[in-house]
Structures are given as structure tokens and as C-alpha cells.
């Protein structure tokens, strides 16, 4: 069965302070990893598809990373309107259709 | 990629009572899907609304319960029936984007909160 768990299920992080988000995942072929933000009261706001390991996206302070097992949101130098809840979610080959798995989530504050 | 409306925003309801969401979106699309995010928690998939047929709903969830329509590739509701406390949620649809990026656009989400 397909599975994803996040780490650490909070992250409290002062301005500047750079650090990552973990997603480990158990699916049966990987056909998309994805990351998603999640402002509180707000739907999920997609921020990178990832395929295969050894691939990296960037965008701004954000950079994603893929291994066969997990995947990393690395985060450099962050600013206060980078508190969210960070989403992983993967679909995999077992998929008949466009579905995905989510992870739980890690909620991230960063202190002024 | 796709802009989706989803509406209302939000709404206490009173246990008993059902409540319909809409979503719309600005393009047509081929599948459409619902979620729950219990407070607290991540996104657990309900259904997929493909027009045309029948929705399919995920283990845990019944069409009794949580009726959808797929009128068109652009519009779908969901309607969440006798509603008990444990219903309170955020409902959210989303569809697959696939330009630039392959991935996935959610609505805003209805808070739902039965009392």
C-alpha cells in the first residue's frame, strides 16, 4: 500500500535559519512527488512535481529534492511569510487515474 | 493552470441538515476530485467526479452520505448529507494541471462546522 510520512510534524525556526522538511514515501513506482503550501483557511498551493531521484527544483528560497525514498524541502535563510503547513503527496503506478496520497504535513513558523 | 471556485467559503450548519458545495472551474477538465481535511489533519481523498458517469468514492466514504454531481467538464457539487458534528471540515476540490507543471489546483475550501 502507498504511503507517505512527513518530518517533524512541527518546525519552529528563527528568521534566517535554514533548515529541511523530510517526506518519506512507499509507493509502487513513482509517477510524481509533489510539494504543496498550505496558509491557514486556504486550499493547498502547489509548489513542485518532482519524477525521478537525483532531480532538484527551485523556487526562491525553496528547493526540492528527491531521492528512490524520500524527498527534502530544503529551506535557505526563511522569512516570517514562509510559515505554513508544508504538504508532500505521490502518486504512484497502481493509480488508475489522477489520484494521489498526501502526507500529514509539517507546520513551519519562522520568528522574526 | 486552471483557476477553481469553490463556494461557500464557509457555513454552520445544524446537525440533520445537508449542505450542497459547488466548484467551478475556468476550464474544462476531465476529473475533478473531492477532499476532507479534518481539523488538525492532511487531505483524505472522498471521490472523483468524471462527467458523465458515476463518481468513485475511496473506502470510508458512501454516495448516500456524500452525493456528487458532475453536470459538465466545468462545474461539480458536493453535498455532505445529515450532517452530525463529526462532519465539520474543510471540504476542498481540486483538478490536474498539466501546463507548466504537472500536478495538482485546489479551491479555497469550504470550512464547514455542524453544530
Known amino acids: 500500500e502507498d504511503q507517505v510520512t512527513q518530518s517533524p510534524e512541527a518546525l519552529r525556526l528563527q528568521e534566517g535559519e535554514s533548515s529541511s522538511l523530510n517526506c518519506s514515501y512507499t509507493v509502487s513506482g513513482l509517477r510524481g512527488l509533489f510539494w504543496y503550501r498550505q496558509d491557514p483557511g486556504k486550499g493547498p498551493e502547489f509548489l513542485f512535481t518532482?519524477?525521478?531521484a537525483g532531480e532538484e527544483k527551485e523556487k526562491e528560497r525553496l528547493k526540492a529534492t528527491l531521492t528512490k525514498k524520500e524527498s527534502f524541502l530544503h529551506i535557505t535563510a526563511p522569512k516570517p511569510e514562509d510559515s505554513a503547513t508544508y504538504l508532500c503527496a505521490v502518486r504512484g503506478m497502481k493509480t488508475s487515474y489522477d489520484k494521489v496520497i498526501f502526507g500529514p504535513g509539517t507546520s513551519l513558523s519562522v520568528i522574526p | 493552470s486552471a483557476v477553481i471556485s469553490q463556494k461557500p467559503s464557509r457555513d454552520i450548519c445544524q446537525r440533520g441538515t445537508s449542505l450542497t458545495i459547488q466548484c467551478q472551474v475556468d476550464s474544462q477538465v476531465t476529473m475533478m476530485f473531492w477532499y476532507r481535511q479534518q481539523p488538525g489533519q492532511s487531505l483524505t481523498l472522498i471521490a472523483t467526479?468524471?462527467?458523465?458517469?458515476?463518481?468513485?468514492?475511496e473506502s470510508g466514504f458512501v454516495i448516500d452520505k456524500f452525493p456528487i454531481s458532475r453536470p459538465n467538464l466545468t462545474f461539480s457539487t458536493l453535498t455532505v448529507s445529515n450532517m452530525s458534528p463529526e462532519d465539520s471540515s474543510i471540504y476542498l476540490c481540486?483538478?490536474?494541471?498539466?501546463?507548466?507543471?504537472?500536478?495538482?489546483?485546489f479551491g479555497s475550501g469550504t470550512r464547514l462546522t455542524v453544530v
Open positions: 467526479a468524471n462527467q458523465g458517469s458515476e463518481a468513485t468514492y
Open positions: 518532482l519524477y525521478s
Open positions: 481540486s483538478v490536474v494541471m498539466r501546463a507548466p507543471n504537472y500536478g495538482y489546483t
